[in-house]
């Protein structure tokens, strides 16, 4: 057989099916993969002619995987999927916890439930269809109480998860701060005298005695504006934030919200359907840079010069998501972060970074936005996300912002 020959084979024949369906299940488990990596993977097994079985493990793994979190995952789901007798009995015998494995059970729980749940749904790709007591147990692992479900990661949940996650999203909501504005208005327990209204009452009454009027200022909840990271290394989590910042947007109004990657999209108006997936199906319609690279220097230049004079009024907030791996300039990016807090009463940034004990600031994008943000929060759980009321709520603080930019 030709090599020609032998690479149509791979391409068309039973195994092209089967890379088809490995592809489905690490999607399943969270992989960003799309027709063009099943494709790349069909050409990189048709190069290396079929050869090694650990041959045929590297060529998909440097198709699939893109990150160091991803590689254990893709492991496990390797083993699996092309019948791996070894990993397999592994299996099973966590099924019968003992003292000698409860350790490794332990610290690949997360990784195994997800791999396990996009196994079940995909059924493994294969056509067997006798009932195997590893999918029992599979099936089994994808349960998770309301508790264990407030602090799971979001990167580890598996698909029925992920579900239940959103379901609890969409009925999130933030505490509406209220803010003194520049106006005032009548009011008989004020603590200001207004002068132009008790000349004007004094002037229509004919008793000869004026009627002190009062006023106070007029409190509004500030406009919130979202920017949202979509890069590959923030994919999860980006998904799940828009989830949350769907349900504050028709919850509230004044609410602005923006993505961006190596480009900057406005998805306001695509976030304001009342059905989730409808909004989020129109925010991928627009956004054409998703799970790619990380430009957030630039994209913030972007923000502050087509649209912060815009949203940034009136003291707005101001909730940035990102891990800060930026591949521009950096020095760019801290001008930009300069120019950002100088024009909003606050900035939050969510990292998901830092549900990692050992985070340290040591990126060069994480230290030129650090000096500049107001509040630092970890957004990788739906416990992080309810925190974030937390930072928003703080009346104290802002008041205080108020009165000093006032003076």
């Known amino acids: 057989m030709s090599s020609q020959e032998q690479n149509d084979g791979v391409q068309t024949g039973r195994l092209a099916s089967n890379i ?30 079929l050869g090694p079985r650990e041959d045929f493990y590297w060529a998909l793994h440097g198709i699939f995987v893109e990150r160091y979190s991803q590689a254990e995952i893709f492991d496990q789901a390797f083993r699996l999927f092309w019948r791996s007798p070894t990993e397999l009995r592994q299996m099973m015998a966590l099924a019968k916890p003992n003292a ?11 990784i195994r439930r997800r791999v396990a749940d996009a196994l ?21 692992m994808t349960y998770s109480d309301s508790e264990i479900l407030q602090e799971m990661d979001f990167e580890s949940m598996s698909v029925e998860e992920i579900e239940e996650a959103k379901r609890v999203i969409a009925e999130m909501r933030l505490p509406i701060m209220e803010i003194p504005t520049r106006r005032y208005r009548l009011d008989e327990r004020g603590n200001r005298i207004d002068m132009r209204a008790t000349l004007k009452a004094g002037l229509r009454s004919n008793i000869g005695i004026m009627l002190l009027k009062h006023r106070r200022k007029v409190k509004r909840h500030p406009p919130l504006v979202v920017l949202c990271d979509i890069s590959g290394s923030m994919s999860r989590y980006s998904r799940m934030f828009l989830h949350f910042v769907h349900a504050i947007t028709n919850d509230r109004d004044r609410v602005q919200t923006f993505i961006f990657g190596t480009r900057l999209t406005n998805i306001t108006r695509q976030l304001q359907n009342r059905d989730v997936d409808i909004a989020l199906d129109r925010v991928a319609a627009s956004a054409t840079d998703w799970s790619g690279g990380t430009r957030i220097g630039e994209s913030l230049h972007d923000f502050n010069r087509y649209w912060s004079r815009r949203v940034l009024g009136q003291g707005a907030v101001v909730l940035l998501i ?55 929060r970890a ?29």
Not at 359 to 366: D, I, L, M, Q
């Open 20 to 49: 088809m369906h490995f592809a489905r299940v690490l999607r399943a488990a969270g992989f960003p993969i799309g027709p063009g990596k099943t494709i790349e993977a069909l050409e990189a097994v048709a190069l290396i002619k």
């Open 100 to 110: 000698k494995n409860e350790e490794n059970a332990s610290s690949k729980e997360k």
């Open 120 to 140: 079940t749904s995909e059924n493994s790709g294969k056509e067997e269809e006798e009932d195997n007591p590893e999918l029992e147990f599979d099936i089994t």
């Open 322 to 376: 990102t891990d800060g791996l930026d591949r521009g300039d950096i020095e760019g990016l801290e001008k930009e972060m300069a120019r950002l807090k100088g024009s909003c009463r606050r900035l939050i940034w969510l990292n998901p970074l830092l549900r990692f004990e050992g985070f340290r600031p040591e990126a060069r994008g994480v230290k030129a936005i650090m000096p500049f943000v107001n509040d630092f």
């Open 379 to 407: 957004v990788h759980s739906l416990s992080r996300l309810r925190d974030i009321g937390e930072a928003l709520s703080r009346v104290r603080s802002a008041e205080w912002f108020f009165e000093e930019t006032m003076e």
